[in-house]
């Protein structure tokens, strides 16, 4: 089935960077772009950006320009989030979310929670 | 930037009652790319609503979405007790891309 598993549970301090695995499973990786959306305790849905698995053009939201760097590897058939200078306000669980072909996120991963902690 | 002003905030209903969530935008949104997404606690989100109206695979007719513009309802027509959890909307539009609505939490009267 559809399915993508993500890595697990992370902590770090402030300052040092993240980087967050989503490995696909039961369709073609390089034909649906992938999304991360991330989410704060308590809080809302946040887009993060996306990745072509086929080409590597990514796109990110503003917010995170220049700390944040999605990837992937078609050989393992993975995308990768990599957050770099972390602050307190990234904690949160990151999720990784195909693209659909009306723009909507289906499947989502389980979750990766991020915690940024001194 | 176009904003999704989802309301109620909290909803509390019970059991076998009808629920009606809405989701507002602050520009007009193509119908084809206003979805609707489902959270339980400690889950991921779950697709329900795509195209503003049309029902994800595995989702149950009870579950209906409708609009148009700026102005997107999600129904329930009677809830289960499996239905009650936090319900999201999202769009896709220019810039930025992606947005979604702040929530409405669908509790249990």
């Known amino acids: 089935q559809v399915q993508l598993v993500q890595s697990g549970a992370e902590v770090k301090k402030p300052g040092a960077s993240v980087k967050v695995s989503c490995k696909a499973s039961?369709?073609?990786?390089?034909?649906?772009?992938m999304h991360w959306v991330r989410q704060a305790p308590g809080q809302g849905l946040e887009w993060m950006g996306w990745?072509?698995?086929?080409?590597?053009?990514?796109n990110y939201a503003q917010k995170f320009l220049g700390r944040v760097t999605m990837t992937r590897d078609t050989s393992i058939s993975t995308a990768f989030m990599e957050l770099n200078n972390l602050r307190s306000d990234d904690t949160a669980v990151y999720y990784c979310?195909?693209?659909?072909?009306?723009?909507?996120?289906?499947?989502w991963g389980q979750g990766t929670l991020v915690t940024v902690s001194s | 930037e176009i904003v999704l002003t989802q309301s109620p905030g909290t909803l509390s209903l019970s059991p076998g009652e009808r629920a009606t969530l809405s989701c507002r935008a602050s520009?007009?949104?193509?119908?084809?790319?206003l979805a609707w997404y489902q959270q339980k606690p400690g889950q991921a989100p779950r697709l329900i609503i795509y195209?503003?109206?049309s029902r994800a695979t595995g989702i149950p007719d009870r579950f209906s979405g409708s609009g148009s513009g700026t102005d997107f309802s999600l129904t329930i027509s009677r809830l289960e007790p499996e239905d009650f959890a936090v319900y999201y909307c999202?769009?896709?539009?220019?810039?930025?891309?992606?947005?979604f609505g702040q929530g409405t939490k669908l509790e249990i009267k």
């Open positions: 979310a195909r693209q659909g072909t009306l723009n909507y996120f289906d499947p």
């Open positions: 039961g369709f073609t990786f390089t034909g649906y772009f």
């Open positions: 990745i072509n698995p086929n080409s590597g053009g990514t």
């Open positions: 520009q007009s949104v193509s119908s084809s790319y």
């Open positions: 195209g503003a109206s």
């Open positions: 999202q769009q896709y539009g220019s810039s930025p891309p992606y947005t």
